[in-house]
């Protein structure tokens, strides 16, 4: 477990590093996050999770009391002080504490908190074999009620979700959007391939844009695979040649059955395999950009 947690710009023990029952985080879900990763010292996309995190909170009216250079100081002090040089960072910021009552005026300043550990997400097995998900009967937060680009602390839609993977016995399930398209997962991006082409549901059908997803495009672009971003149906995920999700934890999972079809001939698929191979290259060659202290 890690040992520092940043709080508020101190580097706390983390057996007292602990947020007020006041903050509107803990009574309203009130704030936003970003979940990044360390490889070999270097935090990989950097610069697009603080875009994203400084977008989310923009999009609530939260006002983060650091500067990206700042944040990106606290991060390397946090990896620093456990140790660390292949970790996953939890940025957290919330509207701080306040008084009972939603208004977001009861709250004098946000909380911000960093943390930083080792993470698994799933089995080296899961990685080698692929797994199996299943399709959500509940829905995605539809973008005209709260947009799903906004990472925010409110994942109870996706954790919804997530119980009716639990309840089949299932790592993961898609989550459809209103008009019965496929989004995302709970907590990852999906993409298949059909015929050697990389399909992933456009930002339109209401999905957080995740920073894997962004490479993975980037990657199939560069490897010469044709990569289209459009609407797809569970149709669609049935009848692919091979899937897989993508996101910061997870990084690439492969998955061989949706829905008690096997996807493809149930084993990981060729692109899958070179996706993940051109990934873990990625991520340990990508080259930094520094921060300047005052973006
Ligand atoms: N969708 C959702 C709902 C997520 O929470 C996440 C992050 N775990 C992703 C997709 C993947 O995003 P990223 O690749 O930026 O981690």
């Known amino acids: 477990m890690a040992k520092r947690i940043w709080l508020d710009g101190k580097l ?11 903050d509107h985080g803990v009574l309203y879900g009130d704030g936003v996050f970003e979940g990044l990763r360390q490889y070999a010292g270097r935090v990989f996309k950097l610069e697009e999770h603080l ?46 504490v306040g008084a009972l009552g939603i208004s977001p005026l ?3 300043k946000p909380t911000v908190v960093i943390i930083a550990d080792l993470i698994k997400m799933y089995s080296e097995e899961t990685y080698r074999t692929g797994m199996a998900i299943i399709t959500a009967s509940t829905i995605r937060t539809s ?42 997962c709970t907590a990852d991006n999906i993409f298949i391939v059909r015929d050697g082409v990389l399909f992933t549901p456009p930002e339109e059908s209401g999905i957080l844009l995740g920073i894997t997803r962004g490479t993975v495009i980037e990657l199939g672009s ?26 910061t934890g997870a990084e690439i999972v492969p998955v061989t059955s949706i829905d008690r079809r096997a996807i493809g001939n149930g084993y990981v698929g060729p692109v899958t395999q070179s996706l993940t191979e051109a990934f873990h290259q990625e991520v340990r060659s990508a080259s930094v950009s520094p921060l300047p202290a005052a973006v």
């Not at 706390?12 to 006041?22: E, G, H, K, R």
């Not at 100081?73 to 970790?87: F, P, V």
């Not at 997530?162 to 398209?181: C, F, R, T």
């Open 143 to 184: 973008p005209a009620a709260l947009s799903p680009k906004i990472k925010s602390l409110n994942y109870l839609n996706n954790i919804m979700a997530k119980w009716e993977a639990i309840d089949a016995g299932v790592s993961e399930a898609v989550m459809l959007n209103q008009l019965g398209y496929v989004c995302e």
């Open 12 to 22: 706390v023990d983390s057996q007292l590093a602990s947020v007020n029952v006041f």
């Open 106 to 108: 009861n709250c004098a």
């Open 222 to 247: 560069k490897n010469d695979i044709q990569v289209r971003q459009v609407n797809l149906t569970r149709h669609d995920l049935y009848t692919a040649d091979e899937c897989f999700l993508t996101g």
């Open 51 to 96: 875009r994203r995190l400084f977008d989310s909170a923009k999009s609530i009216r939260l006002p983060i009391p650091y500067t990206r250079g700042e944040l990106a100081h606290a991060i390397q002090q946090t990896t620093d002080a456990n140790n660390l040089t292949d970790s996953y960072i939890r940025l957290i910021i919330t509207r701080g």
